[in-house]
């Protein structure tokens, strides 16, 4: 368990999760919100940072959202931290997709919003992308090759380095660098995009 005294560690923290996960330790959860809410925040301005100008979802609504999806699973069996943030990213990525649904239905099919996919990483496009069609995309990737897609999402939208997804998907650095780079060929393909130079 995480000691008070001194700055959290990547154990601690990791600790704490299963402690909350594995029994439901409200005390392990108290403590572990404060660790991990400048991660969160991080991400949740990062997804909103390629958002268009006038989203109404802002950061901390956005983080106090997928924390309250978070705290209402029963018994997550969370691996580490880098399994907690991957999922924190797939379910912001989850509310804004919902957010886009709702507001490019509330305008009757127009006005979808873009999303500039090649600040992520240089995941695809010099363009903007709707997140609709992004995520669209996504799912139609994990459909036929279900790990490229899971790269795919931990890159892009959790914004986890190669070495972090390896660990998450349990597979070698040479293969995320290889599976993201087939996946940004298929998405540039998808979305519209021209090739990237070598």
Request: aromatic content about 6%; cysteine-free.
């Amino acid at each position: 368990m995480a000691d008070d005294t001194h700055d959290p560690t990547p154990e601690d923290i990791t600790q704490l999760l299963q402690d909350w996960g594995q029994s439901g330790d409200r005390q392990a959860l108290d403590r572990l919100i404060p660790l991990v809410t400048d991660e969160l925040h991080r991400i949740a301005r990062s997804f909103l940072g390629r958002e268009r100008a006038d989203h109404t979802l802002q950061p901390t609504a956005l983080v106090h959202e997928a924390y309250l999806r978070l705290i209402d699973r029963r018994r997550a069996s969370w691996q580490d931290r880098v399994h907690f943030f991957s999922f924190a990213a797939r379910t912001m990525r989850r509310i804004l997709v919902e957010h886009a649904r709702r507001h490019q239905a509330a305008k009757r099919g127009g006005g979808a919003h873009k999303v500039p996919l090649d600040e992520a990483h240089r995941l695809a496009v010099h363009q903007p992308v709707d997140l609709l069609a992004l995520d669209e995309a996504i799912t139609t990737l994990s459909g036929f090759d279900p790990r490229q897609g899971r790269i795919v999402e931990l890159r892009y939208f959790a914004g986890l380095t190669v070495q972090e997804i390896a660990e998450v998907v349990q597979v070698g650095t040479a293969t995320v660098s290889r599976d993201l780079a087939m996946a940004r060929a298929w998405l540039r393909g998808q979305l519209g995009g021209q090739p990237e130079e070598a």
